[in-house]
């Protein structure tokens, strides 16, 4: 398996993603729409992404749990950052986890399934 998303790796995917839909790349409806897909080829142990696929299932989570590290009401600023810190991750993971997933899927897509003859 490969190697999980480090938090600065994951904004740096953000900027990049959000970027490159300006310059060309996959735009923000193709990698959303290339979710569900991701989702059911990782369930079938056809894509390799099922760590990184629970980390985010995790961080979304956390986000919507109303039990949170650092609450909102008593810590002001700092209850609101961590929520801030996760979404960015968040948003930074699964933008490079889908732009991975579609290439992985364009290469998928111009192999002949079979097997080596020997």
Do not use: C, N, Q
Request: hydrophobic share 50%.
């Amino acid at each position: 398996m490969g190697k999980t998303l480090k938090r600065t790796a994951a904004f740096s995917a953000l900027a990049r993603a959000l970027a490159a839909g300006s310059r060309g790349g996959p735009s923000l409806g193709a990698r959303l729409g290339a979710l569900p897909r991701m989702i059911r080829a990782t369930t079938r142990g056809e894509y390799d992404g099922g760590l990184r696929l629970a980390l985010m299932t995790a961080a979304t989570a956390y986000i919507v749990s109303p039990v949170d590290l650092l609450p909102e009401i008593p810590l002001a600023i700092f209850g609101l950052a961590d929520d801030a810190v996760m979404v960015t991750w968040l948003a930074g993971s699964v933008l490079a986890e889908t732009e991975r997933f579609l290439e992985w899927e364009a290469r998928r897509s111009s192999v002949i399934p079979g097997h080596v003859a020997s």
